[in-house]
């Protein structure tokens, strides 16, 4: 049971450059989601789609975008990176749309801007 | 000040230990209490999930939530080596609203 697959695992990426995480998931489930993870700061929303073909903005949404093209695929996009994007990046889906379902984490992607 | 407040740790206790980690927030509002597990490098996974006030028990672990103190606690009982890992809690006022995260507190325990 694969779950949530993120890649790349980790990634440098020189500022300014678009970068894109992506993020499948196997189980159907309705909603998706794109928490970033900083030292100290707890797991912060950045992006989520409660079904595929909508989307709506997190807690830190500046600098990100995604999409929905069907159930299973939620890629994060940084369209001009920057140092203070440099994080731990984890996708994670709920069976339903409601936001305090239980949540189903990938493994993560560990980004480094410089 | 943060809605939620976690004690980052880390927090160091020999193997069969009983083990209180806790957090407090400030928003009355919170009714869902939840607390997920993460390993290194590795995303959380839930570990408990209570609705309002009270005790909700599972094997080993137990989640306490007290509303009129603003704090909730998970207990670990007869800790192993395998639940280092660090733990963070998160709250929600309810469906339509996002989860608020704890930063998480490390967790080491001592063989």
């Known amino acids: 049971i694969a779950g949530i697959t993120q890649a790349p695992t980790s990634q440098i990426l020189a500022a300014g450059r678009r970068m894109t995480l992506r993020c499948t998931q196997d189980m159907r489930h309705n909603a998706m989601y794109w928490y970033r993870q900083d030292l100290g700061l707890g797991l912060r929303l950045i992006h989520y789609s409660n079904t595929a073909g909508t989307t709506g903005k997190g807690e830190v949404p500046d600098g990100y975008s995604v999409s929905r093209a069907n159930t299973d695929d939620f890629p994060l996009t940084l369209a001009s990176a920057v140092p203070s994007q440099t994080s731990v990046y984890f996708c994670?889906?709920?069976?339903?749309?409601?936001?305090?379902?239980?949540?189903?984490f990938g493994s993560g992607t560990q980004l480094s801007v410089l | 000040q943060k809605e939620v407040e976690q004690d980052p740790g880390p927090l160091s206790v020999p193997e069969g230990a009983i083990v209180s980690l806790n957090c407090t927030y400030s928003?009355?509002?919170?009714?869902?209490f939840m607390w997920y597990r993460q390993y290194s490098r590795k995303g959380p996974e839930l570990l408990m999930y209570t609705y309002s006030s009270g005790n909700k028990e599972d094997g080993r672990f137990t989640a306490q939530v007290d509303k009129s103190s603003k704090y909730i606690s998970l207990f670990i009982r007869d800790s192993q080596p395998s639940d280092s890992a660090t733990y963070l809690c998160?709250?929600?006022?309810?469906?339509?609203?996002?989860?608020?995260w704890g930063a998480g507190t490390k967790l080491i325990i001592k063989p």
């Open positions: 928003n009355s509002a919170f009714q869902y």
């Open positions: 998160a709250m929600s006022e309810g469906s339509n609203y996002q989860l608020i």
């Open positions: 994670a889906s709920t069976e339903g749309w409601r936001m305090n379902e239980k949540l189903f």
